[in-house]
């Protein structure tokens, strides 16, 4: 029998009320808690080694670092909260600790590198073991070394199955081309994930995913093999840990592609849709031709026709 105490928790994520937010920002106020501007937040703040994040969407807030179980059980349940929720994760959200597969994507509103769909199997074991190991959905996550640190909890975690499909840029434009929609291309990535996780894990009752399109589209998109899972999609599904994860094993995938192209092109290439990226792109068209845009980017984005339109006013032959 293993006697050893449970590993301190240093992740906490739960939604709030607009006027539960208001009064824990007065009570963080009240315990000298130092507030920092973060983007997406209704604040951020931190003391010694605790941080709270409170996001607009939702809201919902997400306590990390040293001492966040002692905060969510003497400070958060009581006087926010007024129920126990930290260990009962399993009564208020029970499907999370089901058997199931967790499907997300990296690279979709990024005009250069892949797009990537990951997919990872949990059951009530693995998805403890990622809320200990402090996995959250990779939007939340700035540091590539964090994503690559957790990529390898994830690889590492017994009977934590994964798969990741790559669609580079050039496969991407073909795929594009003939499929005409980007949310059908993306449900081709689901399903493809779903059936090589299935020849592994075939008894796996379920798939989540976040909403993108009707369910009905990735179950056309299945082969025979996988025509028997229950497809599930909501909003907000990276609260799932096994989502979660796959959001994580999907950027990895992602940042080591840019990486690679970067050095192989010697051009640092931003991530996004910026004007920074137009600048590199043009950069790029000019020191090879126009016909590397199809190897690097998503041709069909509005940014593909602003540069060659830019290329051929300042040169028209």
Known sequence: MDNSDPKPLSLFTAPLSAAQAAKLKTLLQAENFEFEPRPYTLYFARKEKLSLAVYEKGPKIVVQGKGAGEFVKFR???????????GYEEVHSPEMFQPHFGIDES???DFFGPLVIAGVYVDKGIARKFMEGGIQDSKRIGSDQRIRSLA???KQTQ???????????AKYNDLYEKIGNV?????WGHARVIENLLAIRSDCPRALSDQFANPRVIQNALMKNGRAIELQQRTKAESDPAVAAASILARERFIDWMEKAGRKYNAAIPRGASALVKTVAGRLVKEHSPAILRELTKAHFKTTKEITDQEEEIDPE
Request: aromatic share 4%; glycine share 12%.
């Open 76 to 86: 958060l349940e009581p006087e926010i909260f007024g129920e126990a929720r930290l």
């Open 152 to 154: 390898a909890l994830i």
């Open 159 to 169: 009977g934590a199955v994964s798969n990741v499909v790559e669609i580079p840029p």
């Open 183 to 187: 949310n059908k291309l993306l449900a």
């Open 107 to 109: 690279g979709k509103g």
